[in-house]
């Protein structure tokens, strides 16, 4: 099992550019989430799925969007980049089958480092 | 509000020595706490997890943690620390299945 992983692992844009970051998780985990870690400030949620063709905002939504068309891919979308938006991108997954109230051990992928000029 | 807290920027131990790692949250009702670690330029992995049951909590690569209710306190420890322990560590709070971090303790182990 390849587990979690993220395309691209870099990326420079320039502001204005849009991209997407494409999540991949091949465990059949119902839950998807995307996350941005900048320094001193953790990890903080920016969208989640908890399922095919599901979405919600986490912490941090603003100027990003995602879709969720099939299981297995999460994908995260910036229209119109800006340095505000230079950070290290985590995409996790997880399953439910520990309870349903939480609780959940979420599986990371390697990262996406983005730098908006 | 709920909230997670790591006091403390950076950690410094020399191998051999215990290592611990501060947590605090605040939370209304039974938190669900984790501890994360993330080796450099690597994604995060799962340490250990708190839910319900024994306060004392064992997880992977000897770590362990003590969650405290009346101090509420969840801190990562290990007796023995090894330089291949250097890494960043997050306390995590869970609720309902997404993630409250807190900001990240460095941990550095020297020879």
């Known amino acids: 099992n390849a587990g979690v992983t993220q395309t691209p692992k870099f990326r420079v844009l320039k502001t204005g550019q849009s991209m997407t970051l494409l999540c991949a998780q091949d465990?059949?985990?119902?839950?998807m989430y995307w996350y941005r870690q900048d320094p001193g400030m953790g990890l903080r949620l920016i969208h989640y799925s908890v399922g095919e063709g599901t979405t919600a905002k986490g912490e941090v939504p603003d100027g990003y969007n995602v879709s969720r068309l099939k299981k297995q891919n999460f994908l995260l979308g910036l229209e119109s980049a800006a340095p505000s938006q230079t950070s290290v991108y985590f995409c996790?997954?997880?399953?439910?089958?520990?309870?349903?109230?939480?609780?959940?051990?979420?599986?990371f992928g390697p990262g996406t480092r983005l730098t908006v000029t | 509000a709920q909230s997670v807290a790591q006091p403390e920027d950076q950690v410094n131990v020399a191998e051999g020595n215990p290592l611990t790692v501060k947590c605090t949250y605040s939370v209304s009702g039974n938190p669900y706490l984790f501890w994360y670690v993330q080796y450099p330029n690597r994604g995060l992995q799962f340490l250990l997890k708190?839910?319900?049951?024994?306060?004392l909590v064992k997880g992977s690569y000897g770590f362990e943690a003590e969650f405290n209710k009346s101090q509420t306190s969840f801190h990562l420890k290990k007796p023995s620390a090894l330089v291949s322990d250097s890494a960043l560590y997050f306390c995590v709070l869970d609720s309902w299945g997404k993630l409250q971090f807190g900001a990240g303790t460095q941990v550095v182990v020297t020879p």
């Open positions: 465990m059949n985990h119902e839950y």
């Open positions: 996790a997954s997880s399953s439910t089958s520990d309870g349903p109230l939480g609780g959940y051990e979420q599986y």
């Open positions: 708190y839910i319900t049951g024994d306060n």
